[in-house]
């Protein structure tokens, strides 16, 4: 990886022989291996056996939620806040667990929108809950230094499952307990 950083250096007509330039390659190399890393991430082995029995049935929300990802069309980053609740069905998931799924498929070449229920997704199946709930607010390089140019704005995303999606009561209540 580090000799396409340098090949991309010498593209854009710089030397990557220069001094402040010297070990960039290598660094960057790292830096995107690490923004990245949720492909070395297997959800089983995240888990790792944090679900346990609960009686509890009432709404579990983790607000909040930092997470940085990169657009997979622009290679730009997108960075944000995720919420996300559950509804138990007799187990509950250890409380990192959830921004640590957040962490893994946002550290992956993305677009919001596939981030948004890939987290939802995998929560309901690693929980069985009755239902997920994901909104992700993000601002996006991409349209923030190029293209538009537009600093100010926000993408707002959001996945609803199960009782999420089938009882408008349980969405307003998920809804103003994230406002």
């Given at each position: 990886m580090d000799q396409h950083f340098r090949k991309l250096i010498e593209s854009i007509g710089e030397d990557p022989q220069r001094t402040g330039l010297l070990k960039t390659p290598e660094r960057a190399a790292r830096a995107f291996e690490f923004m990245?890393?949720?492909?070395?991430?297997?959800?089983?082995d995240l888990v790792n056996e944090a679900v346990f029995p609960s009686e509890n049935d009432e709404?579990?929300?983790?607000k909040d939620i930092e997470m940085y990802s990169m657009c997979e069309h622009h290679l730009l980053p997108f960075f944000g806040k995720a919420?996300?609740?559950y509804i138990p069905n007799g187990k509950i998931i250890g409380l990192s667990k959830i921004a640590r799924i957040v962490d893994?498929?946002?550290?992956?070449?993305?677009?919001?929108?596939?981030?948004?229920?890939e987290i939802a997704s995998?929560?309901?199946?690693?929980?069985?809950a009755l239902g997920v709930g994901v909104v992700i607010e993000a601002r996006h390089l991409c349209m923030m230094m190029r293209g538009v140019e537009k600093q100010n704005s926000?993408?707002?995303?959001?996945?609803?499952?199960?009782?999420?999606?089938?009882?408008?009561?349980t969405r307003r209540e998920f809804l103003a307990l994230i406002a």
């Open positions: 990245t890393q949720g492909y070395k991430v297997n959800i089983n709404m579990v929300i983790v919420h996300v609740a893994m498929y946002a550290r992956r070449l993305q677009v919001q929108e596939n981030l948004t229920r995998s929560l309901m199946k690693v929980t069985g926000v993408m707002k995303t959001s996945c609803l499952l199960g009782i999420f999606r089938k009882d408008p009561s």
